[in-house]
């Protein structure tokens, strides 16, 4: 893939979710809400203060994330539904 992301923005790939519940029912497509669970597949180099110095980025390559539920900007990059979401729309870090 040939995109990098620019300033304090993160690309991400949504992790499905599962298709049945704890008590095995199966969740029909129609039913079932976007995850709210991502990995980071690549990250701009990070916002700028006013000064100019650079603010590095909290997220990294890989990480698995939570991010609101309405965050983001679903784009389609090499048939792949992903998305593009500034650095704070990211809760945290699944370690």
């Given amino acids: 893939m040939a995109f990098k992301p620019l300033h304090d923005r ?3 790939r949504r992790v499905e979710s599962d298709e049945k519940t704890k008590g095995g029912l199966i969740i029909p497509d129609s ?3 976007k995850p709210a669970e991502g990995e980071v597949i690549a ?3 990070g916002a700028r203060k006013d000064s100019g110095e650079l603010i590095e980025m909290a ?3 890989g990480d698995r994330v939570l ?3 309405w965050s983001g900007t679903e784009v389609t990059i090499d048939g792949e539904d ?3 979401m500034k650095e704070s729309d990211i809760l945290g870090v699944i370690a």
């Fill in 31 to 33: 039913a079932k809400e």
């Fill in 10 to 12: 993160v690309l991400v």
């Fill in 59 to 61: 997220v990294k390559a």
């Fill in 67 to 69: 991010f609101g539920k």
């Fill in 43 to 45: 990250c701009g180099d």
């Fill in 82 to 84: 992903l998305l593009i």
